[in-house]
C-alpha cells in the first residue's frame, strides 16, 4: 500500500459452520472488483478458497487481517436480489450464511479452489441386453445350465437394460466372465463408453401443442391475476399443467424476460425436457443432477450472463441466476422433495415465494394435490387459485375400487402377498386385452424383516433403530437409512434358534411373485434399487412407453408424472404402508400418493380402473383418493390440525430442533438442555407465544450410529419462531450438536 487512502475492509462467506464470515482487507487494486456478491480468493487456514464478498462497510476490525488475493469475475456472481434471498434463507432457517451460499453457487463456483471445470468423464465397459427373454419359459431354457448367469441377465433386465459392467460384477459377485458369457450367448453386447449419455441431448422436438379451451382459460386467468399474488394451478391427473405453464413462460421469454421451472428430480424426464425444448430451444438450461461440475458451471454463467433465458431443474435450479426473472413455476408443489434434508433445510416452494417477491417475479404453483399449506393460503386469499377441473379430451378421472384387505377373498398360495382375487381378475383382463398394469407398493426389497420365530427378535441395524430389509439377487440384509450390509445369518443372533422367519412384503417379492403367477408377462421394477445408476429410470420408462413392458412395480417412483395411454389397471397393492407412521404428515401422504398412482390410469381411448388394497377402507385419506378430491381430504385432515386435536401446521408454525450423540443420554441432554431454552425464551422474551413439546426421542431413536431426541416448537405467529430461530442460532457453540429444522417435512 503506497498511498495513504483509508483501508476498506469486506466480510467474506465461506462454506464453514460459523455464524459470521471473515473479514479481510480489500486491495486498491481490487477496489472496483470486490463488491457485495463477488467472487474473491482468499487466504484461510493456510488454504486459499473462493469465497463471496457478502458486504463492504466493514469499519476497521480490532485485530489483523489478511488482504483479498484476488476477484476473478469481471462482474459479481451474485446479484443483489439473490444475496438478498441468500441472506433470507439464513435468517429464517437459522443457517450459517456461509452454508447457504452453498446451495446457492454451484460447487466448483465456491469454497473449493482450483477445482472449477473438472469434469466427469469416465471411460467403462457397459454391458447391454440385445435380446428380451419375455417369458419364464424360455429364460429357464436359455439358463439351465448358467444360474449365475441369469442372476447377472435378470440384474441388468431390472437396471432398465444395461448396466457397468465392473459395477454389475461387483454387486453381484460374480466375475467378468459370468457377464461376458450373455455376450457369448448373443442376449447381450458389451462395449465401451467413454461418457455418460446426457439423455437430453438430441431429444426430437414435439409438435407445437393445442390448448384446449380449458387450458386457454387457465392462461388469461394467470395473466389476469396481479404479479403480486401467487397463484395455485390447480389441475386434475391428467388436465395438462404443464401446456399452460409453458404458455405462459413462452411470452414473457418472447419479451426477453426469464423465467425459472422446478419440477421435481424424477419428473425430469426426456418427455419433459423435450417438451420445454421444444418451446424454448437454446434459451434454456436444464440443470439436472447428471451434469458434470463443468458444465453446472457452464450453465449457470449462461444464466448469469444472459445467453439462455430459462432454468429447468430440480430444488435448487430456485437459486439459478436467470436475468430479468419475471416468472417462477413451482411443479407438483406438494412434493416434499422439494425440501433439503441438510443445512440450509430450505423448503423451494416457500422460498420460490420470496424470490418472486424481491424479484417482482409471478409465481405459480402447479398440483393435482395441493399441500394443505397452499391450500390454506388459497382459504385465507394470499393465493389465487386457477382451476383445470378436467382431463384433456373430458376423459373420466378413472373409476377406484376400494378392496377390503381384512375380508376380501385372496388367490390361493399367495403366501404374504396380499394378492386379491379382485385384483387378479382386473390384472388378467388387462394382460389379456394387451394392455399395461401399474402396481404400487411403496417398500423397496424382497422382506421388510427378518425375525426369529422362536424368540420374535427381529434383526435391526446395528447403528440404526430400524429393521434390516432382506433383499436378494444377491440375498444380503441392508439397512435403507445407511449404507450397513450384512449377510443373512443362519441362526438366530439372540438364541441361537436355526431357523428365521421373513415378513413384510417388498418389491422384489411382488415383482417375483406376479412373474410366477403371470409368466408370459414381461415385468420390470423401478424403485432405488433400480434406479441406483444414472438415467436408469429414464430406460424402464422408454421401455414401458415402448410397450415392452405389460407389468411396472414400484415404489412412489412410479406414481408421479407418468402418461401411458395403455395403461388401464392401476394396483395399490397395499395402501397402508405408510398411514400409521407416527408424523402428522402420515395421512397427508397416503392420499397425495393413492391419488396420484391412480391418475395413472384411464389416460388414454380405452379409459381404466384403480384397485386400491387397504385394511382401513374407511379412513378418510382412502376415501377422498378413491374419489380423486383434495377438497374432501383437507375437509376431513384440517380439523384434525386444530384444537382440541394437538394443532399442526398449516393451523401453526412448526419448527423441529433434534439432538444428536454417540451416547443416548447425551442426546438427551441436548434436547433438554434446548427445551429449557426455549420455554425460558418463550416465557420471558415471547409472552409465552410458544407451545414447547418434548424432549422426547425421536420415532427413529438412532441412525448411523447416532441417538436422536428432539423437541417440537409450535407458534400461532410464525414471527415468534423466527425470533427465536435467530436467537438460538446467535448463542454459544454449545448449541452445536443440535439441528434446527424449520417447516420440517418429516418427525421421524
Ligand atoms: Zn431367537
Ligand atoms: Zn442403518
Avoid at 435378470?154 to 458369457?181: F, K, W
Avoid at 449457470?300 to 419475471?326: C, E, K, N
Avoid at 433438554?672 to 415471547?686: F, Y
Wanted: glycine letters at 8%; aromatic letters at 4%.
Amino acid at each position: 500500500m503506497s498511498r495513504e487512502a483509508p483501508a476498506r475492509f469486506a466480510e467474506v462467506a465461506l462454506p464453514l459452520p460459523v455464524a459470521t464470515g471473515f473479514i479481510y482487507r480489500i486491495p486498491e487494486a481490487l477496489a472496483q472488483r470486490a463488491v457485495p456478491g463477488a467472487r474473491v480468493l482468499v487466504p484461510v487456514r493456510g488454504r486459499r478458497a473462493l469465497g463471496l464478498v457478502v458486504r463492504t462497510d466493514v469499519p476497521l476490525p480490532e485485530y489483523d487481517t489478511r488482504e483479498i488475493l484476488s476477484a476473478p469475475d469481471a462482474e459479481p456472481a451474485l446479484g443483489e436480489p439473490l444475496l438478498e434471498l441468500a441472506r433470507w434463507v439464513s435468517r429464517y432457517y437459522g443457517a450459517p450464511l456461509g452454508l447457504t451460499l452453498r446451495s446457492v453457487l454451484p460447487g466448483p463456483l465456491f469454497g473449493a479452489a482450483g477445482s472449477a471445470g473438472k469434469g466427469a468423464e469416465v471411460s467403462e465397459r457397459v454391458v447391454t441386453i440385445t435380446r428380451a427373454l419375455p417369458s419364464l419359459l424360455e429364460r429357464e431354457r436359455a439358463f439351465a445350465r448358467s444360474p449365475k448367469r441369469r442372476l447377472a441377465y435378470e440384474a441388468i433386465e431390472a437396471l432398465g437394460g444395461s448396466a457397468p459392467v465392473r459395477q454389475l460384477a461387483e454387486r453381484l459377485h460374480v466375475t467378468d466372465a459370468v457377464i461376458a458369457g450373455l455376450a457369448t450367448q448373443g442376449l447381450a453386447r458389451i462395449e465401451r463408453v467413454t461418457r455418460t449419455r446426457d439423455p437430453f441431448s438430441g431429444l426430437a422436438t414435439p409438435p407445437p401443442p393445442v390448448l384446449t379451451d380449458d387450458q386457454r382459460r387457465a392462461i388469461l386467468a394467470i395473466e389476469g391475476t396481479p404479479l403480486d399474488r401467487p397463484v395455485l394451478l390447480h389441475g386434475v391427473t391428467g388436465s395438462g399443467k404443464t401446456l399452460v405453464y409453458l404458455e405462459v413462460l413462452r411470452t414473457l421469454v418472447e419479451r426477453g424476460d426469464g423465467a425459472i421451472l422446478l419440477v421435481p428430480e424424477i419428473a425430469l424426464t426426456p418427455q419433459t425436457v423435450a417438451r420445454v425444448r421444444g418451446v424454448f430451444g437454446d434459451q434454456v438450461a436444464v440443470l439436472h443432477s447428471g451434469l458434470s461440475d463443468g458444465e453446472r458451471a457452464d450453465a449457470w454463467w449462461a444464466l448469469r450472463r444472459g445467453t439462455r433465458r430459462v432454468a429447468v431443474g430440480p430444488r435448487s435450479a430456485l437459486f439459478a441466476p436467470v436475468l430479468r426473472l419475471r416468472a417462477i413455476v413451482v411443479d407438483e408443489e406438494h412434493e416434499s422433495s422439494y425440501k433439503q434434508g441438510t443445512t440450509p433445510r430450505y423448503h423451494a416452494r416457500d422460498v420460490a415465494q420470496v424470490r418472486a417477491r424481491l424479484e417482482g417475479a409471478r409465481l405459480i404453483l402447479g398440483s393435482a394435490t395441493p399441500s394443505l399449506e397452499t391450500l390454506a393460503q388459497v382459504a385465507d386469499g394470499r393465493v389465487v387459485e386457477v382451476g383445470l377441473p378436467e382431463r384433456v379430451g373430458a376423459r373420466p378421472l378413472p373409476p377406484v375400487e376400494v378392496v377390503d384387505l381384512r375380508s376380501a377373498p385372496r388367490v390361493e398360495n399367495a403366501g404374504i402377498v396380499p394378492w386379491t382375487e379382485a385384483l387378479d381378475a382386473r390384472v388378467r383382463a388387462a394382460l389379456d386385452a394387451r394392455e399395461q398394469v401399474i402396481l404400487l407398493l411403496n417398500r423397496r426389497g424382497f422382506s421388510t424383516f427378518v425375525q426369529c420365530p422362536k424368540c420374535g427378535v427381529v434383526v435391526e441395524c446395528p447403528s440404526c433403530s430400524i429393521a434390516l430389509t432382506l433383499h436378494r439377487g444377491p440375498e444380503v440384509l441392508r439397512c435403507h437409512y445407511c449404507a450397513h450390509q450384512e449377510p443373512v445369518a443362519e441362526t438366530c443372533g439372540a438364541c441361537g434358534n436355526p431357523t428365521q422367519r421373513m415378513g413384510g412384503l417388498g418389491t422384489q417379492q411382488l415383482e417375483h411373485f406376479v412373474a410366477l403367477r403371470f409368466p408370459a408377462a414381461r415385468l420390470a421394477r423401478m424403485d432405488l434399487d433400480t434406479t441406483s445408476s444414472k438415467w436408469a429410470h429414464h430406460r424402464i420408462l422408454e421401455r414401458f412407453a415402448r410397450g415392452d413392458v405389460d407389468v411396472l412395480v414400484g415404489t412412489q417412483m412410479i406414481a408421479k408424472g407418468l402418461d401411458f395411454p395403455n395403461v388401464t389397471v392401476v394396483g395399490v397393492v397395499d395402501a397402508d404402508t405408510g398411514l400409521h407412521l407416527p408424523d402428522f404428515r402420515a395421512a397427508e401422504r397416503t392420499f397425495q400418493l393413492v391419488a396420484q398412482v391412480a391418475g395413472r390410469a384411464g389416460r388414454g381411448p380405452k379409459g381404466g380402473r384403480v384397485i386400491v388394497q387397504t385394511r382401513s377402507p374407511d379412513h378418510h385419506a382412502i376415501r377422498a383418493a378413491a374419489r380423486h378430491s383434495v377438497r374432501a381430504f383437507a375437509e376431513a385432515e384440517l380439523p384434525l390440525r386444530r384444537p382440541p386435536h394437538p394443532a399442526y401446521p398449516p393451523t401453526v408454525s412448526l419448527a423441529r430442533f433434534v439432538a444428536t450423540a454417540g451416547q443416548a443420554a447425551q442426546a438427551e441432554e441436548g434436547a433438554r438442555r434446548a427445551a429449557d431454552w426455549l420455554r425460558r425464551a418463550s416465557a420471558e422474551r415471547l409472552g409465552g407465544a410458544l407451545t414447547v413439546l418434548g424432549p422426547a426421542p425421536c420415532p427413529i431413536a438412532r441412525l448411523k450410529g447416532r441417538w436422536r431426541w428432539h423437541v417440537l416448537v409450535k407458534a400461532a405467529d410464525g414471527r415468534a419462531l423466527s425470533r427465536v430461530v435467530r436467537a438460538w442460532r446467535a448463542g454459544p457453540r454449545g448449541r452445536g450438536g443440535v439441528v434446527v429444522d424449520r417447516d420440517p417435512v418429516s418427525l421421524l
